[in-house]
């Protein structure tokens, strides 16, 4: 039996630097100001007009929207007048407000000193002004709103999201008062709303006419159908009998939460392990009456459910709690962020639960590119709050895209195609997002005929499941993160391919039929991928008790690779990252770690333009001659504070470097703040990374690796130092609302499989201990 041995510490030397000053953008003049200017009026004029039409809201500003100059700071149109305020950034759009007539005529003034050939003062940021419109009522009309229209009944639900107020109370609450009192006024009934500083959403019910009212109110940003939580409920039974009933897990154990369609707490598989079954949707009883809950939570729990039937019992190591939060026909007739909001806080308080798994999205919210809004906002919200961790589901493609053997023929290019995008809440940046790939190529007739060629498997094993979705998420952050079995399709040649199989497809579990003799059942989705992962984070903390949410993440990434099976499938390499992420979860060294395969982890705290340093101890085994594979991988995860006004969304910038220096003073002297601006930007990072620093820092969990075949007498791992150097470099409009400390967690990963005998562990260890003791004597 191989040993394993605990994670070592990452040290970090001392010198913390700051980051050198980037400059200003300065704003390219136009070829001709004056034309500028004039255009710039007429427009004005133009917008003045359209917004005359907005119904009024809480008080009497004008909302404008600017297309920008890429690099503008909105902030930097208070140097115009203090009565002009940032409302929101809008992809290379900002939206303002006028507070006053004045303003406004200050502004039409000054655009008509330009116009004349006057100098004016804060030239350049009319300079970087293009264009310019008001929010239309087109503007307001969401994603699933546009593709499906009104339904045909008399009343319906929409869902209202008002444009955020985050800085100002009192106004918010001006804002919020007046237009509830509008809704009454109109008869426009409102059943709930949530209300948080960066996200306000109302659901009301409305008829046509008042329909168009609201997509003409100032104060509303966006008017939507309310979301549609496609959960794929097919599913195969299977009877399996015979089993010992399993212990309870240890009273310590770490909690693993399923918010869901609730969960058969009776089952006998999961029953000795479950510590509270709750409901938090009003009027409705925790238990399970989808069987949608109850999968996810038999896979949460025991994780790849074969191995145990193979080994002839269930053993539990971990606690399972379920808050139900989806009806039975898989819907919410609330909002559905208050109820995971009073969810999570309620587990997080009672149980002091940390992982929670969220195996549903939202079909009616494909990610497009923008700003991220709804559950997404609030899950990232709690992370950062309460300090907990999210699986989240990339979400499904339904069959119903394509017809025939397209599924197979145009597989996997479609995987890349605008529908597949991930979904509402998959995009959130600080929780870990779950895609799918597919364990099984025969179906249950494919297995009972084996010698019948007639249903053809979409996906091999390995590979990309045919309805899984695609990132990236906001600001181009890999999403998903990782991929875990979730499924496959397969295709009948004979009767016109147009039927999508699943049976003896998906991932086996626990089945809500099991008082008749079924305690297994399969399924397919996304859905039964995420618990793969909220399983291994269960796992992690019962190895790690006082892990954080970035150790978790930043630990199941680092053990994470793309399956070869899908390295070659696509034309494009980098549509792997876009399906697959950081790729699949190698457990072998996750939770120890391995002679070979050494994990060393450090956890900080890093204030706004700063850098910190960590030197990587090279073990002499690592760099020993012979051609093999060698593998140095480095992660971070932090949890920033997130604004929805912002595209940019995050408001702490944080990413790391590998670097060679010849010493440390070298390594510092290359990030210091007297560097010149040239050097500065050509600071090279150690070659050949899995993902550029660049690509990775748009997530909040980052991860690359390095791969070495072969190393000889001039391999800078032999000639130099290598660095870790993490930096904190938040933007304009985040440094006044994060001027504290941001945590993080570093975790550097060296590993040698193919050379059992490599001592990394012993000789890194041997080598912390003599540092210790050599700044003891210091």
């Not at 100001?33 to 004008?62: M, S, V, Y």
């Not at 999205?361 to 950062?384: E, F, I, M, Q, V």
């Not at 339904?398 to 599924?407: C, E, F, H, S, V």
């Not at 016109?496 to 297994?520: K, R």
Request: glycine fraction near 6%; aromatic fraction near 8%.
């Amino acid at each position: 039996m191989t040993s394993s041995y605990p994670h070592l510490p990452l040290q970090r030397e001392e010198p913390i630097t700051e980051k050198r000053p980037g400059n200003p953008p300065r704003f390219k003049e136009p070829a001709d100001p004056a034309e500028h200017a004039k255009n710039l009026g007429l427009q004005l004029k133009h917008t003045i007009q359209q917004t005359e039409k907005d119904i009024g809201g809480f008080d009497d500003r004008k909302l404008f929207r600017f297309q920008i100059e890429k690099g503008f700071n909105p902030d930097e149109l208070r140097k115009i007048s203090k009565e002009i305020e940032f409302v929101s950034q809008e992809n290379d759009e900002i939206v303002v407000a006028f507070i006053s007539h004045s303003a406004l005529q200050s502004f039409e003034a000054r655009l008509a000193s330009i116009a004349k050939g006057e100098t004016v003062t804060n030239k350049q940021i009319y300079y970087a002004l293009h264009a310019m419109s008001g929010w239309t009522p087109n503007d307001r009309i969401g994603w699933s709103l546009k593709q499906e229209g009104f339904p045909e009944t008399e009343s319906f639900y929409l869902d209202l999201e008002l444009w955020p107020i985050e800085d100002n109370p009192k106004e918010r609450q001006l804002l919020l008062s007046r237009f509830e009192s509008w809704l009454r006024e109109n008869s426009i009934e409102s059943p709930d709303s949530v209300k948080q500083p960066g996200l306000t959403i109302y659901r009301v019910r409305c008829d046509r006419n008042q329909a168009e009212k609201l997509l003409h109110h100032r104060d509303i940003r966006i008017v939507d159908l309310p979301p549609r939580f496609g959960l794929n409920l097919r599913h195969l039974g299977l009877d399996i009998q015979q089993f010992p009933i399993p212990p309870s897990p240890l009273p310590n154990a770490p909690g693993v939460v399923v918010l869901d369609s609730g969960l058969a707490s009776g089952h006998p598989l999961l029953g000795p392990a479950v510590g509270d079954a709750q409901s938090f949707l009003p009027g409705h009883m925790a238990a399970d009456e989808t069987g949608h809950g109850t999968h996810v939570a038999g896979i949460a729990l025991y994780g790849d459910l074969t191995k145990s039937i193979e080994a002839g019992s269930f053993t539990p190591e971990l606690r399972l709690f379920s808050g139900r939060i989806l009806d039975k026909n898989n819907e919410n007739d609330g909002l559905i962020e208050n109820h995971i909001d009073d969810a999570v806080r309620y587990f997080v308080d009672q149980y002091n639960c940390q992982v929670f798994n969220l195996s549903f999205g939202d079909s009616r919210k494909p990610y497009l590119g923008g700003h991220l809004r709804g559950l997404a906002y609030t899950l990232d919200r709690l992370s950062r709050e309460l300090g907990v961790l999210f699986i989240v589901s990339a979400g499904n493609v339904l069959p119903g895209q394509m017809d025939g053997l397209a599924w197979k023929q145009n597989y996997p290019q479609y995987l890349v195609d605008d529908e597949w995008a991930i979904i509402d809440p998959a995009t959130a940046l600080n929780v870990l997002t779950i895609g799918s790939m597919a364990r099984w190529e025969a179906s249950l007739n494919a297995q009972r005929y084996s010698h019948d060629p007639a249903e053809l498997p979409v996906a091999k094993t390995e590979q990309p499941s045919p309805f899984t979705r695609h990132g990236p998420s906001v600001g181009g952050a890999i999403k998903p993160e990782l991929v875990a079995f979730g499924g496959n399709w397969a295709l009948n040649a004979r009767n016109g391919a147009n039927h999508i199989i699943e049976q003896g497809l998906g991932e086996l579990s626990t089945c809500l039929d099991f008082a008749q003799e079924s305690l297994l059942g399969v399924k397919c989705g996304t859905s039964f991928a995420a618990p793969h992962i909220a399983h291994i984070a269960g796992k992690v903390l019962s190895e790690h008790p006082e892990a954080s949410s970035n150790l978790i993440r930043a630990l199941l990434v680092t053990h994470a690779a793309i399956p070869n099976a899908s390295l070659d499938i696509f034309d494009d390499q980098d549509y792997v990252r876009k399906v697959l992420g950081y790729g699949h979860v190698d457990a072998r060294a996750l939770f120890k770690s391995l002679e070979n395969e050494v994990n060393l982890i450090a956890e900080g705290a890093i204030e706004n333009k700063r850098h910190h340093f960590y030197e990587l101890l090279i073990p002499d085994d690592f760099v020993s001659s012979g051609k093999r594979v060698r593998e140095i991988v480095v992660s971070l995860a932090h949890t920033p504070l997130v604004r929805s006004t912002r595209v940019a969304y995050k408001a702490t910038r944080l990413y790391y470097q590998l670097i060679a220096a010849s010493d440390l003073d070298h390594a510092v002297k290359m990030f210091s703040k007297a560097t010149s601006e040239d050097d500065f930007k050509n600071i090279p990072e150690l070659p050949k990374a899995s993902v550029s620093w660049r690509r990775r820092s748009q997530g909040t969990v980052q991860s690359a690796m390095w791969q070495f075949k072969q190393i000889n007498r001039n391999s800078k791992l032999k000639t130099d130092k290598l660095f870790v150097v993490v930096t904190r470099n938040d933007h304009p409009w985040g440094e006044a609302i994060t001027n504290t400390s941001e945590e993080y967690s570093l975790v550097v990963c060296l590993r040698d499989r193919e050379n059992q005998q490599a001592k990394l562990y012993s000789q890194i260890q041997s080598r912390l201990q003599q540092r210790q003791r050599a700044r003891a004597r210091g």
